[in-house]
């Protein structure tokens, strides 16, 4: 008789009404609970998406559960289908009763999640690394199932710790009352190799499924000695169990894949592809929100893809068909480069401008737009035709050369005809000369401010009335 034992729960089902709570049920869920929580932590801490190891498990929970109770039937298919079978046909369906095979649980498990991971688009051997821990515990509270069930124990013991099981039940010994707690063994190897496992996956970094290869590894190496305590019937191949065969076989396959995979450094998939894909043009960083791209401010001399904003290219100083060319198409440049200008000449506007202010003070942009722009005539003013130019002998005292300039630099007309200053001052003054009517009819003065009289322009010195020039001669 042992000093002390595990006693063994009364029974393993509870009644809610007429609903069943069954211990083994509740122990399994409970386990799937703690590995998917254990693998949302993981999965988030390597830089996953939240939710994805819940929505993995959808997966993997159903395909699980078939495949370790095919895996339970086919290795143990006499207790169902043999002619003195204790069960019937029936109860191979009756999962609550007992009877998951681990290996068709992760077998059949791991497709699930494969399916999952594909339609995810994330790497397979990302999610095996992160959820092995919590599979290793999920396995430990399950093992709790077997405990209400009385079942999964090992030889007779007179252990303290032995565990009472009835007598009767299958793989007893008569006159036995306490035997090894095969369960609760396993129950602690598995969570002794899950902080194992925590602790070498922060310690050596292992990716691409070597983790889970470790997992698998501890997982057999601990299931051999325990298979082997266990008095519960089973098929025996050499004087082993067929769990122990099974567990040796997926041993050394596990630590062959560790070797192989040693050096393997290509990419895992952590976060899926973001929706939509990535074959969509970017976005410019300083696009402009009030409009598209194909919407540009009139400002901006682009306007809609159809052309130029309507009002661009308007001179307010003359009808719109009479636009200048460069101003349609830049009238911002424009106008910034004039406004900007030293020699500008206040009398006239700037596509007015003297031939020689134009080469010497504006800027090039300018200077092309007024070569583009057509040739525009003036209206013909009111008063007598000028008479051909007649050249004048200077006066006595008259300085002959233009005081603007040396004389071997005079213009071509002042060579041909010199004139006095005060000649010429006094016939630009002549009522009815064509300076004077010409700045009548424009409203302005008859003095250029630009330049004083004895600079006047080359057209102005060279045109001038016949009777001009008498009446300078008799002067």
């Not at 598995?190 to 922060?202: K, Q």
């Amino acid at each position: 008789m042992p000093l002390a034992s595990i006693p063994s729960p009364p029974e393993g089902v509870w009644y809610l009404g007429p609903i069943p709570l069954r211990a083994y049920a509740l122990c399994i869920v409970l386990g799937v609970i703690a590995a998917v929580w254990i693998g949302e932590r993981r999965w988030r801490a390597r830089g996953g998406v939240p939710g994805t190891i819940t929505d993995l498990a959808v997966w993997a929970v159903p395909f699980g559960l078939v495949g370790g109770r095919l895996y339970h039937v086919i290795t143990d298919w006499q207790l169902y289908f043999a002619a003195d079978a204790p069960n019937r046909p029936i109860d191979a369906l009756y999962i609550w009763h007992g009877g998951l095979g681990i290996w068709g649980a992760v077998a059949l498990g791991a497709v699930g999640v494969w399916i999952g991971c594909r339609r995810r688009g994330i790497s397979l051997s990302a999610v095996a690394d992160t959820v092995a821990p919590g599979i290793a515990v999920a396995q430990a509270i399950g093992r709790l199932g077997n405990y209400f069930n009385q079942e999964l124990f090992g030889g007779p013991t007179d252990l303290p710790w032995g565990l009472e099981i009835q007598p009767g039940r299958p793989g007893t010994v008569p006159g036995e009352l306490t035997y090894h707690p095969a369960f609760l063994y396993e129950l602690l190897w598995n969570l002794a190799l899950a902080g194992v496992l925590v602790w070498a996956g922060r310690r050596y970094a292992l990716r691409h499924a070597r983790l889970f290869a470790l997992y698998v590894a501890g997982y057999t190496l601990g299931r051999f000695w325990i298979e082997g305590l266990r008095v519960d019937p089973a098929h025996h191949i050499l004087g082993l169990r067929l769990n122990q065969w099974t567990s040796i076989v997926i041993f050394v396959g596990a630590l062959a894949y560790f070797w192989l995979t040693r050096d393997k450094t290509t990419e895992e998939v952590v976060a899926p592809p973001p929706a939509g894909g990535t074959g969509g043009e970017p976005v410019a960083a300083d696009a402009d929100p009030a409009h598209p791209a194909d919407g540009t401010d009139p400002a901006d001399g682009t306007g809609p893809a159809g052309g130029a904003d309507p009002t661009d290219g308007i001179d307010p100083a003359r009808p719109a068909d009479a636009a200048d060319g460069p101003e349609a198409g830049d009238r911002a440049t424009a106008l910034a480069a004039t406004a900007g200008e030293p020699g500008a000449d206040p009398a006239h506007p700037a596509d007015l401008a003297d031939e020689h202010e134009t080469a010497a003070g504006r800027p090039a942009a300018v200077l092309a737009a007024a070569a583009a722009e057509p040739v525009r005539t003036e209206p013909a003013l009111a008063g007598p035709a000028p008479a051909e130019p007649v050249a004048v002998e200077p006066a006595a005292g008259d300085a002959a050369s233009d005081p603007a300039h040396p004389a071997d630099q005079a213009d071509p007309v002042e060579q041909a005809a010199p004139r006095s200053t005060a000649a010429q001052t006094a016939a630009a003054d002549a009522p009815g000369s064509p300076a004077v009517t010409a700045a009548a009819a424009a409203g302005e003065g008859a003095a250029d401010p630009a330049h004083p009289g004895d600079q006047a322009e080359t057209a102005e010195t060279a045109a001038v009335p016949a009777g001009r020039d008498s009446e300078a001669n008799s002067r």
